[in-house]
Nanobody, 122 residues
């Protein structure tokens, strides 16, 4: 069992940067793939980025070159560095973990945090 708590979301101006953090508790963190998803008002949840247990990374086309995912297994942490933010990045961002696969499909992930809100606005 894994519990996930996200933090780092806030109001930021267009062009700004944020780093989201995901703190995990529980066992076997090293073996899990970790992903960030987001859901904007009125839209479906979408996969943003993921990192597998061996460090392979995946990014949605909309964030490639702007977002970077990383993990620190010793601290049971995952991060999402977000640069060049735009209003289209406004959403509730979720951290997810799973051991059954990797990538941006939400069906791979069994454990979910409650999310952290990112608002990009003047």
């Amino acid at each position: 069992q894994v519990q996930l708590v996200e933090s780092g979301g806030e109001l930021v101006q267009p062009g700004g940067s944020l780093r989201l953090s995901c703190q995990a508790s529980g066992s076997s963190w090293d073996y899990y793939s970790i992903a960030w998803f987001r859901q904007a008002p009125g839209k479906d949840r979408e996969g943003v980025s993921s990192i597998s247990s061996d460090g392979s990374t995946y990014y949605a086309d909309s964030v490639k070159g702007r977002f970077t995912i990383s993990r620190d297994n010793g601290k049971k942490m995952a991060y999402l560095q977000m640069n060049s933010l735009g209003p289209e990045d406004t959403a509730l961002y979720y951290c997810a973990a799973g051991a059954r696969g990797e990538g941006l499909g939400d069906f791979w992930y069994d454990y979910w945090g409650r999310g952290t809100q990112v608002i990009v606005s003047l």
